[in-house]
C-alpha cells in the first residue's frame, strides 16, 4: 500500500489554542517517526509552528514543498525561506502548484539546478487538474517530473487514462487531501463553487447504506480507496488526532477484498462524480503571505548577495512586514475580546 504524508495546511489557520496544540502533537509524532510531512509558505503561520517543534532538529523526515512558480526570483526566494525554516540539511520534494504554465518548463528546468546545488532535492511534481492534465502529456521537456492530483473517495475527477500514462511511464502520483473534505464532510470551499454541488442528500443516504450493508466503516472507506491504489506513491492527509492517524497505519496494514475495492470504485463514480467547469482553478483563499519576517529578509539579501535573484523589490518586503503586523496586532485584539466576552 501506499506511505501516508501528514499535510500542514489547517495547522496555519487561526485556530484556538486547544486545537493548534493538537495538530502540532500530531506533526511532532510524525517528525519523531521519520515520516514525509507536506508543507508550503502559503499556509499562513503554519512553517512558524514547525519551526518551534521539539522533534524537527533531528527528524529524518523529508518534506514536500509546495510552491508557485510565477516569478523565477519569487520562486527561489520561497524554496530557500521554506528551507531555512526546517533546516538547509533535510530531503526536499517540490509541488508545484496548480497555477504552473506548462510552457515554461525550460525556465523551470534551469531554476532546479540552483535548487539542486544548493539542497537535497529529491522529485518534483507538477499539479495537475482534470482539465489540463493533457497538456502536461504532451511536453517533452516535463517528462523527468512526476505528478500531484486532488485525488480521493469524493474527488475522483481525472480521466483513468492518467493513470493509465503514470503507470507506463513510471511517474509517481502525489495525492493531495486524499481523505477527501474529512470524514463526515463532503463538500470543497474551492472550484467546486463553480460547478455542481458535489451530491445530493439522498445520494449521501444512499452512499451510508451501501457502506453499512459491506460492513465497511466510514475511515476504512475513505482510507481504503487511496491506500488501496497501487498507482498513487503517496497520499497527504491532514489531522488534528494522533490516534486518527494510528488508525489510519492500522488500515495501512490490512488486506480488502478486491470485491470491496470494486464497490468503494463504483460508489465514488456513482455519488461523488461531478464535472467541474474546464478552466475552474482552485480559488486562492490565503491572499497575504504570513512570514517569520526576519529570516525571511536574511534569506533575501543572502540570496541578494550571491546574485541568485536580482528583481525581487525590497519594497515587497517591507509590504509583507506591515501586513504581517497587522495580522499580529489583530490576532492579539481578537484573543483579547474573546477573553473579555467570556468573563
Not at 439522498?202 to 476504512?220: A, R
Not at 492527509?237 to 470491496?260: H, M, P, T
Request: aromatic content about 12%; proline content about 1%; overall charge positive.
Amino acid at each position: 500500500m501506499t506511505d501516508i504524508i501528514v499535510g500542514t495546511s489547517k495547522l496555519g489557520w487561526d485556530l484556538k489554542e486547544a486545537n493548534l496544540k493538537k495538530y502540532i502533537s500530531v506533526i511532532n509524532y510524525q517528525l519523531k517517526n521519520n515520516k514525509d510531512v507536506h508543507i508550503s509558505k502559503s499556509y499562513g503561520y503554519s512553517l512558524n509552528h514547525i519551526k518551534r517543534c521539539k522533534n524537527l532538529k533531528e527528524s529524518k523526515s523529508a518534506f514536500y514543498i509546495k510552491a508557485a512558480f510565477n516569478d523565477i526570483d519569487q520562486f527561489l526566494l520561497e524554496i530557500f525561506y521554506v528551507c531555512k525554516m526546517i533546516g538547509e540539511s533535510k530531503k526536499i520534494n517540490i509541488q508545484i502548484d496548480e497555477y504552473f504554465d506548462p510552457k515554461r518548463s525550460n525556465e523551470l528546468n534551469k531554476v532546479l539546478s540552483i535548487i539542486r546545488s544548493n539542497f537535497h532535492l529529491k522529485d518534483v511534481y507538477l499539479t495537475v487538474l482534470p482539465h489540463n492534465y493533457k497538456k502536461f502529456l504532451e511536453i517533452k521537456s516535463i517528462k523527468e517530473y512526476n505528478f500531484a492530483i486532488h485525488y480521493s473517495l469524493i474527488e475522483n475527477h481525472i480521466d483513468d487514462q492518467f493513470f493509465v500514462y503514470c503507470k507506463k511511464n513510471n511517474k509517481k502520483i502525489l495525492a493531495l487531501r486524499a481523505l477527501g473534505g474529512g470524514i463526515n464532510n463532503f463538500t470543497y470551499n474551492d472550484f467546486y463553487r463553480y460547478s455542481k454541488k458535489i451530491t445530493t442528500s439522498s445520494n449521501l443516504i444512499n452512499f451510508h447504506k451501501e457502506l453499512d450493508k459491506n460492513k465497511i466503516s466510514k475511515i476504512e472507506a475513505r482510507a481504503f480507496f487511496v491506500l488501496c491504489n497501487k498507482i498513487l506513491y503517496k497520499i497527504v492527509v491532514s489531522s488534528s488526532s494522533i490516534d486518527r492517524l494510528k488508525d489510519l497505519l492500522k488500515i495501512k496494514k490490512l488486506k480488502i477484498s478486491k470485491s470491496k475495492t470494486d464497490i468503494l470504485k463504483r460508489l465514488s463514480k456513482t455519488h461523488f462524480n461531478t464535472d467541474s467547469k474546464k478552466n475552474a482553478y482552485l480559488v486562492n483563499n490565503n491572499l497575504t503571505e504570513k512570514l517569520n519576517i526576519k529570516i525571511f529578509i536574511e534569506v533575501y539579501y543572502n540570496l541578494k548577495r550571491r546574485k541568485i535573484v536580482k528583481n525581487v523589490n525590497l519594497v515587497k518586503l517591507l509590504n509583507l512586514s506591515m501586513i504581517n503586523i497587522y495580522y499580529f496586532i489583530y490576532s492579539k485584539l481578537k484573543i483579547k475580546f474573546a477573553f473579555l466576552k467570556n468573563l
